[in-house]
């Protein structure tokens, strides 16, 4: 069975740093790319970040370049978020999600976590 | 970047009615591949969003088959031909055609 959990996520304030991390199971993780997905409350879904299998490939949303970086632990089979200079705006669930089949590029996510509250406030 | 445009914003539906949701694409979502990376999600209250179809038309696994999906190029329907109680929710289109991956704004079924 397929399970994505994540943990770290909590009260910042802003300009602040957080990393959290989704733990994988149930299938091969370094075969297939990973997502990060956000949702402000009460909010549609936007996409964050992704990154290719290997972990040689990595993509950002205009919206958190330059200050988050998505990485990988094959060994360990965990995906992170490393997010710096958070603002207001990041506030929201971050959820981890994978993508569906082997390929070399997201094409749709058929595996979500629960999700993540990161909440930045003063 | 890809606009995903959802309409409606909201659907009240009786039981046992079909229910329709429509999504437009800024430019098409046909890839270099010749796929078309449309997938539909389902979003329950309280829960993270599960996959019902992708590449259009797939019904991912688990998904019943009252579910469907349609369309080409620009403009893509996701069909619920018999809602039941349990599809009470959010759905929203999603495009992987081209980075960033960009989602519709959502479409809440309720049942009247």
């Known amino acids: 069975e397929v399970q994505l959990l994540e943990s770290g996520g909590g009260l910042v304030q802003p300009g602040g740093s957080l990393r959290f991390s989704c733990a994988a199971s149930?299938?091969?993780?370094?075969?297939?790319?990973m997502s990060w997905v956000r949702q402000a409350p009460g909010k549609g879904l936007e996409w964050v970040s992704a990154?290719?299998?290997?972990?040689?490939?990595?993509y950002y949303a205009d919206s958190v370049k330059g200050r988050f970086t998505i990485s990988r632990d094959n060994s360990k089979n965990t995906l992170y978020l490393q997010m710096n200079s958070l603002r207001a705006e990041d506030t929201a669930v971050y959820y981890c999600?994978?993508?569906?089949?082997?390929?070399?590029?997201?094409?749709?996510?058929?595996?979500w976590g629960q999700g993540t509250l990161v909440t930045v406030s003063s | 970047d890809i606009v995903m445009t959802q309409t409606p914003l909201s659907s009240p539906v009786t039981l046992g009615q079909p229910a329709s949701i429509s999504c437009r694409s800024s430019?098409?979502?046909?890839?270099?591949?010749?796929?078309?990376?449309v997938s539909w999600l389902q979003q329950r209250p309280g829960q993270p969003p599960r996959l019902l179809i992708y590449k259009i038309s797939n019904r991912f696994s688990g998904v019943p088959d009252r579910f469907s999906g349609s369309g080409a190029g620009t403009d893509f329907t996701l069909k619920i031909s018999r809602v039941e109680a349990e599809d009470v929710g959010v759905y929203y289109c999603m495009q992987a055609t081209q980075f960033p991956l960009t989602f519709g704004g959502g479409t809440k079924v309720e049942i009247k």
């Open positions: 430019q098409s979502l046909v890839h270099s591949d010749g796929n078309t990376y």
């Open positions: 999600a994978k993508q569906r089949g082997v390929m070399t590029t997201v094409t749709d996510f058929d595996y």
């Open positions: 990154i290719s299998g290997s972990g040689g490939s990595t």
């Open positions: 149930g299938f091969t993780f370094s075969s297939y790319a």
